[in-house]
């Protein structure tokens, strides 16, 4: 039998080569390594929030549908007040057939995504003036906080006094309500960058621009898409307020010729478009999200 002696640091031997003997039976099992992200498997099923549920995020959309569907079906509600679902499928039927549903959903879905792109564009633009530079900060920081505790609403004559209340208008109040969103969730992730990586960044010897792609870049996106889910919120909400505002086309304008009308199975059509876009916008940010920053590793994984 061959045996290999070698000693530790600390002068002890150990024998290696030779048959190896089985741990006591009162010896604790081995602990399984933790995992990239810190949580040890078996504790974070014990702990977590458990497994996902399949399209989950459906089920309490889909349980309101159906109480909304039962008290209609036993009388519960006034059919003059709240249409039932069937009425307004029919509605939606007749709008789609005489051709105002798609005129209005397309004009709609134009002034929410040019709104957001502007939004979420000047966002970016002035978090990373403010959060990157104390100039900046100095400038920008103190006008968009005032501009938060101003609700759209409240410059809306101001803004169609400037602009008229064209599409021009329409689209500064979705992009202004935007702009906010994104820009407080940025800034709040870039000002809390933990200072011991610029330090290390320093001692690496990076450039301005390497810094900002591999330090500042990764740390901000996190807040920068919590300001986005927030900011298509936002957008949705902008579009509503101005679509009842001396508009001609888009989903506000038809609910609101309903309302002249008594029709509530119109009115309940564009609620229903307007939650379906918002909720289906909102899944598409949380589904880029989870690609771009697949290399954490948090509780909801």
Not at 44 to 54: A, E, N, T
Not at 159 to 175: D, N, P, R
Not at 274 to 285: E, P
């Amino acid at each position: 039998m061959n045996l290999d002696i070698a000693r530790t640091g600390g002068g002890t031997a150990t024998v290696t080569g030779g048959p190896q003997k089985a741990p006591p039976a009162s010896a604790p099992p081995p602990r399984p390594a933790p995992e990239a992200g810190g949580l040890v498997p078996a504790l974070q099923r014990r702990l977590g929030r458990g497994k996902s549920i399949p399209f989950g995020r459906l089920l309490g959309p889909l349980l309101i549908i159906a109480a909304w569907w039962a008290a209609s079906a036993a009388g519960w509600l006034d059919p003059r007040k709240l249409s039932s679902p069937t009425s307004v499928l029919y509605s939606a039927q007749d709008l789609w057939t005489s051709g105002r549903l798609q005129d209005s959903v397309q004009t709609s879905l134009s002034r929410a995504l040019l709104g957001l792109l502007i939004g979420v564009a000047a966002g970016v633009v002035l978090a990373l003036a403010s959060g990157l530079s104390r100039i900046g900060d100095a400038f920008v920081d103190g006008t968009l906080q005032v501009k938060r505790s101003i609700p759209n609403l409240a410059l809306l004559p101001l803004l169609i006094l400037w602009l008229g209340i064209g599409e021009t208008m329409k689209v500064v109040v979705i992009a202004l309500g935007v702009l906010v969103s994104v820009y407080i969730n940025t800034h709040a992730a870039l000002v809390s960058i933990d200072a011991r990586y610029v330090e290390l960044a320093e001692a690496q010897g990076l450039s301005r621009w390497q810094f900002l792609r591999k330090v500042v870049l990764p740390a901000a996106l996190p807040g920068f898409f919590t300001g986005l889910r927030l900011a298509v919120t936002a957008a949705w909400l902008g579009l509503i307020v101005v679509e009842q505002i001396n508009a001609t086309s888009g989903i506000g304008y038809m609910m609101f010729q309903a309302q002249q009308y008594a029709q509530s199975g119109i009115i309940l059509v564009g609620l229903v478009l307007y939650g379906t876009f918002g909720f289906a916008s909102d899944a598409l940010v949380r589904l880029v999200e989870g690609r771009v920053l697949s290399w954490r590793r948090t509780i909801t994984a």
